[in-house]
């Protein structure tokens, strides 16, 4: 069992940035992949960007040169840098850790980027 507690949301301008963390607890963190999702109202959950137990990652094309995500083993944690932020990127933004074939989640943090 996983538990994972997203923090770092809130409003932004466009152009700006936020980094969003989420700290793992329960179990092995090292061993799973982790991923960033976001869900917009009226919308489908869609994968942001995802980290491998070895750290290869990879981004949705939408947040490509924008969002960076990392991982710290040591401290049970994952990050998504957001920078250069959108109106569009407005979502609520999950943590989430491979269990295959279920996830882990958490409870989500609002992102609004507006003027």
């Known amino acids: 069992q996983v538990r994972l507690v997203e923090s770092g949301g809130g409003l932004v301008q466009p152009g700006g940035s936020l980094r969003l963390t989420c700290a793992a607890s329960?179990?092995?963190?090292?061993?799973?992949?982790m991923g960033w999702y976001r869900q917009a109202p009226g919308s489908q959950r869609e994968l942001v960007a995802g980290i491998t137990s070895s750290g290869r990652t990879n981004y949705a094309d939408s947040v490509k040169g924008r969002f960076t995500i990392s991982r710290d083993n040591a401290k049970n944690t994952v990050y998504l840098q957001m920078n250069s932020l959108k109106p569009e990127d407005t979502a609520v933004y999950y943590c989430?850790?491979?269990?295959?074939?279920?996830?882990?989640w958490g409870q989500g943090t609002q992102v609004t980027v507006s003027s």
């Open positions: 989430g850790a491979d269990n295959s074939p279920s996830w882990y």
């Open positions: 329960g179990s092995i963190f090292s061993i799973y992949a």
